[in-house]
């Protein structure tokens, strides 16, 4: 059993380790997008609860390293379930530089979901930033998109943020109104074997104790992000004594709360912890989708 937990330990770390290299962009330039298709269908327009707020404005849900479609489908369809949203879309970009949309769209339809899938999950964050960009400039020119909301599992979360802070000022991007950041691994592997109590963590300031190259390169962007953009940071410790997810360290996930200091029209800061609170349980936590839904709608 010791001998397992060990080989468990190792290949969390060396998981991060690789999500550490996407996020310094370390493996080759940008693919560039050469074809938009799009396949759409008529379907009826689901009625959205009166409990919620209804607009035209998007929520891009996006994947994190080595996930897909299946990293989202649960907080989609509990929104669903809920009378929240609507999925309209899944864009899909593929290697090839193809970005293909699919679903249905009507110009009546309120709160409608985009789910956003990239088939080479191991891509570099340049690479990704440039992919949700180009998605993003679609949405607006293709389906009249002013406004939308995001959210992101893992390094989805930092993708969202830094194409914020590398595109902000582009007026052909709708405009930027909510994020939700689940485990994302701001500041790489800051944090990662902490020993101090789970408490501490929560309580200390969400300043780094040392900034990753990568988190330094967006602290000189912080100029470019929107203005009056509200921002949930969903955070998870297994409580297993080092103050992670199993992937990414509570300190790692705060730091984005100093990073868009005053920048943010409205910061809200939620802690799981436990088994429920693993990396790869946080996106699958009704907890933590019943508070994206009330967040977001």
Request: one cysteine or more; hydrophobic letters at 40%; glycine letters at 8%.
């Amino acid at each position: 059993m010791k001998r397992f937990k060990t080989v468990l330990q190792f290949l969390l770390l060396a998981f991060v380790i690789g999500a550490t290299v996407v996020l310094i962009g370390a493996g080759g330039d940008s693919t560039k997008i050469t074809k938009v298709t799009s396949q759409l269908r008529s379907l009826p327009t689901q009625p959205i609860s009166s409990q919620y707020q209804q607009s035209k404005t998007a929520t891009v849900f996006l994947h994190g390293y080595n996930g897909g479609a299946y990293s989202t489908n649960y907080l989609i369809k509990k929104a669903e379930k809920a009378g929240a949203a609507q999925k309209a879309l899944v864009v899909n970009v593929y290697k090839n530089g193809v970005m293909g949309f699919k679903g249905y769209w009507k110009q009546s339809i309120k709160n409608p979901m985009v789910q956003v899938v990239f088939q080479d999950n191991h891509a570099t964050q340049k690479t990704q930033i440039y992919w949700l960009h180009q998605v993003l400039v679609q949405l607006k020119a293709k389906y009249g998109v002013t406004k939308y909301n995001a959210v992101g599992h893992s390094l989805g979360s930092n993708d969202i943020v830094n194409q914020a802070l590398t595109y902000g000022r582009d007026h052909r991007l709708p405009k930027l109104r909510k994020i939700v950041t689940i485990a994302g691994p701001f500041d790489g592997l800051t944090g990662y074997l902490n020993a101090e109590t789970e408490r501490h963590v929560q309580t200390v300031a969400a300043k780094p104790t040392r900034f990753t190259r990568h988190f330094a390169a967006m602290l000189k962007q912080r100029a470019n992000f929107p203005k009056h953009v509200q921002l949930l940071n969903v955070i998870g410790d297994t409580n297993s004594g080092f103050n992670n997810d199993g992937y990414v360290a509570v300190a790692s996930a705060r730091s984005v709360s100093y990073l868009l200091r005053d920048k943010l029209a409205r910061y809200r800061e939620e802690f799981y912890s436990g088994a429920n609170a693993a990396h790869c349980a946080l996106n699958q936590n009704p907890a933590v989708a019943r508070s994206m839904i009330s967040f977001l709608w």
